[in-house]
Structure formats: structure tokens, C-alpha cells
């Protein structure tokens, strides 16, 4: 009972109160939608659908980088590695994850400067005459997130393929398939609810990030977490706000019940 209260109390309350005031009478009101003018101008308006989609495209560009970097490293923890390495490689993951993120952020944008790591090294070594923009790009917001996010990526798919089989694999290589075909038709089908689940988690949580956007971003993509926070402390247009951080958590509930119907297929 008392988490139960404690819950209602600082979760759910507030989400009723962000409801009720998505309904009140924003700074630009719509003529004739009547409570539903701040849905009507967000879902109607070009500009708004078009960071929805910026919302969503980066959230599966980052999601799609961290399958790609997160895998390998899963596979060689579970498959090779053993001991210190496995301890050092967690270690390694969740070591970011107990930095600020405002600290990683700004660690990058040394890195990423135009007088920073990254191009002094690509100058000395001839590759570049002139130093690259790579600071306030999406390759910059794109690098950031997938540092901070790729930890969850990699941990839901070294816990699925630490419970496959080993023989399963063996078997397969007995009957005369090779590394690479064990590893497509075996290994990886197996996998694929780590995959998931891992993508679930860094769609989502890119889906809300902020803190990223606003410091390596520079204004040069546009989401829902930046419009919140603009029209929280700049426009003081609170009904419109909460408008949008409504929409960002139906997105977010919809990658709930993704990863919910992803547990229910496994009989979890």
C-alpha cells in the first residue's frame, strides 16, 4: 500500500494533470476545436508532423547504429571472452552509465570541436586540409546517443545468448554448416528477442532524450524534447507543452507494449 500511494502521489497525478492542462486554452488558440485545439494544432500543422517524424527518424537511426555496434560486442562477451576481460568488458558498458550525462556530453564536444581531438588528428595525419563541422550536426547527436544507449543494447542481447544452447550450435556445425551459417540460420534467430527487447529500450529512451540534442544538436534537428522544453521556458505556453509531452508518452507506451507482447511470445 504505501508504494502503491507513493506511486499515485509523484507518477500518476501528475500525468492527470499534464492531461487536464493539454485541454486548457493555449497562446494560439484554434477557432471552433474546442478542447481539442492544442491536439488539433500539433496533428494538423506540417511543421509539428515533420519534428514528429525528425522524433521518430533518430530514435531508429540510433536504435539501428546501436544493433550494429552492440551485437558484436555481446557476441564476443558471451562467446569469448572469460574471467577478467568479462568483468573488465561490463565494467567498460556500465562505467558511462554512473557519469552525468551533461559531463559525456561536453566530453564530446571536445572531441568533436573544430579544434578538437578528432580533427587535430585527422590534420596531423594529412587526411583533412581543413577542419571538419562535426560539432552541432546529427552525426554529432547521433554519436552522443548512441554512447549513452548502446550499454542497454548490448546487456538484453548478452542475456539471451548466454541462455542458448551450445549444442544447438554444434550441431549445426556437425551436420556441415559453416561459422558464418551457424551464426545466420542458429545463433542470431535465437537471438532475436535480446535484439528486441534491446531495441525497444534505445527507441525509447532515445525517443525522450534531451540533454544530447541541446548540447551537441545546435539547433540543427528539431524533436519533441526540444519543443517541450522551448515552449516550457521560453514561450510559457504550457497547454501546448503538455500537448506534446502527451504525444512522447503515447510513443513511449506504445514501445511498452511492444516489448510487452514481445515477452508475452517468449512465455516469460
Known amino acids: 500500500m504505501p508504494s502503491l500511494l507513493f506511486l499515485a502521489a509523484f507518477f500518476i497525478a501528475p500525468l492527470f494533470v499534464i492531461l487536464e492542462m493539454s485541454f486548457q486554452e493555449g497562446r494560439l488558440p484554434v477557432e471552433g476545436a474546442g478542447v481539442f485545439q492544442n491536439y488539433q494544432r500539433l496533428f494538423a500543422d506540417t511543421f509539428y508532423l515533420g519534428v514528429i517524424a525528425e522524433t521518430v527518424g533518430l530514435s531508429v537511426v540510433v536504435t539501428l547504429v546501436s544493433?550494429?555496434?552492440?551485437?558484436?560486442?555481446?557476441?564476443?562477451?558471451?562467446?569469448?571472452?572469460?574471467?577478467?576481460?568479462?568483468?573488465?568488458?561490463?565494467?567498460?558498458?556500465?562505467?558511462?552509465?554512473?557519469?552525468?550525462?551533461?559531463?559525456?556530453?561536453?566530453?564530446?564536444?571536445?572531441?568533436?570541436?573544430?579544434?578538437?581531438?578528432?580533427?587535430?588528428?585527422?590534420?596531423?595525419?594529412?587526411?583533412?586540409?581543413?577542419?571538419l563541422g562535426l560539432?552541432?550536426?546529427?552525426?554529432?547527436?547521433?554519436?552522443?546517443?548512441?554512447?549513452?544507449?548502446?550499454?542497454?543494447?548490448?546487456?538484453?542481447?548478452?542475456?539471451?545468448?548466454?541462455?542458448?544452447?551450445?549444442?544447438?550450435?554444434?550441431?549445426?556445425?556437425?551436420?556441415?554448416?559453416?561459422?558464418?551459417?551457424?551464426?545466420?540460420?542458429?545463433?542470431?534467430?535465437?537471438?532475436?528477442?535480446?535484439?528486441?527487447?534491446g531495441a525497444i529500450l534505445?527507441?525509447?529512451?532515445?525517443?525522450?532524450?534531451?540533454?544530447?540534442?541541446?548540447?551537441?544538436?545546435?539547433g540543427t534537428l528539431q524533436t519533441l524534447p526540444l519543443l517541450i522544453y522551448q515552449q516550457f521556458n521560453t514561450t510559457r505556453d504550457f497547454p501546448f507543452a503538455a500537448t506534446m509531452s502527451n504525444a512522447l508518452l503515447v510513443l513511449a507506451v506504445c514501445c511498452l507494449y511492444a516489448q510487452l507482447r514481445l515477452i508475452r511470445r517468449r512465455g516469460v
Open 202 to 218: 534505445v527507441f525509447m529512451l532515445a525517443n525522450g532524450s534531451f540533454v544530447t540534442l541541446l548540447l551537441l544538436g545546435g
Open 67 to 131: 544493433v550494429l555496434m552492440g551485437y558484436p560486442v555481446a557476441y564476443f562477451m558471451v562467446r569469448h571472452a572469460s574471467g577478467r576481460s568479462y568483468d573488465l568488458i561490463v565494467f567498460l558498458l556500465i562505467a558511462p552509465l554512473l557519469t552525468s550525462i551533461i559531463m559525456r556530453t561536453f566530453g564530446w564536444q571536445v572531441l568533436l570541436a573544430r579544434r578538437g581531438l578528432i580533427n587535430e588528428a585527422l590534420m596531423m595525419l594529412n587526411l583533412i586540409e581543413r577542419p
Open 135 to 197: 560539432l552541432n550536426s546529427p552525426l554529432a547527436i547521433v554519436v552522443g546517443l548512441v554512447h549513452v544507449l548502446v550499454p542497454f543494447m548490448v546487456l538484453s542481447i548478452a542475456s539471451v545468448l548466454q541462455g542458448i544452447d551450445r549444442r544447438l550450435e554444434e550441431s549445426a556445425r556437425i551436420l556441415g554448416a559453416g561459422k558464418l551459417q551457424t551464426f545466420l540460420r542458429v545463433t542470431f534467430p535465437l537471438s532475436i528477442d535480446g535484439v528486441g527487447t
